[in-house]
C-alpha cells in the first residue's frame, strides 16, 4: 500500500470556513471511492467530528447507507486541550499513524490559531489548504500591505509558518518532499466588489512571491448550513437522501465543489444526479 495523501486544513484566523472546506473535500473523497481517514486538531470546537457523528446518525434514522470516514480515537478533546504538550503530540503521533496504516486520503483540520499541534500537522502535509474570506482583514494573515498605497510589502505570520513547514518536511524528507500550497478563496458574496479586485491583484503577487497556487472556494449559500446538522453536504443529494427541497442554487453549489475538488488536483466523485435535471 502507498503512502496516502495528507491534506492539511489550515489558517491561523478564525472564522475563515476551515471546517466547512474540510466536510466538503472529505465528502468529495468519500464519494470518489477514497478511503478517507480525518483528524480534527480544534481540540475544543471539533466540528469536523460532530458532522461526521451527525451523518451517522441521520443515516441510521433515514435507514441510508452513505460513504463514512474514519477517525482515530484521540479522546476528550476538551481534556486533551488542558493537556501538556507531549500528551497531546503523542496522542496526534499515535493517531497519524493509525490513520496512515489504512487510509488513501488524510484529512487533517486545524484550528484557528497557532499550536503545537497545527504545526506539526502542517510539516507532515502533501497539501495544504488554506481558505480565506474576500477580506483584506483575512489577508492580513498572509500578508502585509502598505496602509496608504495598498501595495504589498512582505509576508505575514502565516505565510511564515508554511514555510517553515516546508523547511521542515525538506530536511526530514529530502529536498524533493515539497508541500502543495493552495489559498482558496471562501464565502464569497455574489456580487462583485472593488474591494476583491483590490486584494485579488494582492494574492496574485504574494502567490508569487511566496509560492502558493490560488483556487476557488465555496460561497457563502444557505445550502451549506442547511445541510450541516444532517451531516451531509451536497456531493450526498440524491434521490434516495433528499432532506430539504432541491433548487436551482444546490445545482450550482455541486458545481462548485467539482470545481474546488479539480483545483486541488483531487478526484471529485460528483456524478450528475437525477436532482439535478430535476431542479
Known amino acids: 500500500m502507498s503512502d496516502p495523501t495528507v491534506i492539511v486544513v489550515g489558517n491561523e484566523k478564525g472564522g475563515a470556513g476551515k471546517s466547512t472546506l474540510a ?3 472529505v465528502a468529495g473523497q468519500l464519494h470518489a471511492g477514497k478511503r478517507v481517514a480525518i483528524i480534527d486538531l480544534d481540540l475544543r470546537q471539533r ?3 460532530r458532522f461526521f457523528a451527525n451523518r451517522t446518525a441521520w443515516a441510521a434514522a433515514n435507514g441510508q447507507s452513505l460513504p463514512m470516514p474514519t477517525e482515530p480515537d484521540m479522546g476528550d478533546g476538551k481534556a486533551l486541550a488542558r493537556a501538556e504538550e507531549t500528551e497531546q503530540l503523542a496522542r ?9 496504516a489504512t487510509a488513501d486520503v488524510i484529512l487533517i483540520d486545524t484550528p484557528g490559531g497557532d499550536t503545537v499541534l497545527s504545526r506539526t500537522a502542517h510539516g507532515l502535509a502533501d497539501q495544504i489548504v488554506t481558505p480565506m474570506n474576500d477580506s483584506f482583514v483575512d489577508f492580513d494573515l498572509l500578508g502585509q500591505v502598505d496602509p496608504v498605497t495598498l501595495d504589498l ?3 505575514s505570520i502565516y505565510s511564515e509558518s508554511v514555510w517553515e513547514a516546508r523547511k521542515h518536511r525538506a530536511i526530514t524528507q529530502g529536498r524533493n518532499a515539497t508541500i502543495d500550497w493552495i489559498v482558496v ?3 464569497l458574496a455574489v456580487a462583485e466588489a472593488r474591494n476583491r479586485r483590490r486584494l485579488e491583484e494582492r494574492m496574485e503577487k504574494l502567490a508569487k512571491r511566496v509560492g502558493f497556487r490560488m483556487g ?3 460561497r457563502d449559500r444557505v445550502i451549506y ?3 450541516f446538522p444532517f451531516g451531509l453536504t451536497v456531493a450526498d ?4 437522501v433528499r432532506p430539504v427541497a432541491v433548487s436551482l442554487a444546490h445545482v450550482a453549489a455541486r458545481q462548485e465543489l467539482r470545481n474546488l475538488m479539480q483545483a486541488l488536483g483531487l478526484e471529485g466523485g460528483l456524478l450528475d444526479s437525477p436532482l439535478d435535471a430535476a431542479a
Open 23 to 25: 466536510i466538503h473535500i
Open 47 to 49: 466540528s469536523l467530528s
Open 92 to 100: 496526534f503521533e499515535a493517531a497519524f499513524a493509525e490513520a496512515r
Open 153 to 155: 510589502l512582505k509576508p
Open 185 to 187: 478563496t471562501n464565502r
Open 216 to 218: 476557488p472556494g465555496l
Open 225 to 227: 448550513r442547511e445541510l
Open 237 to 240: 443529494l440524491s434521490t434516495e
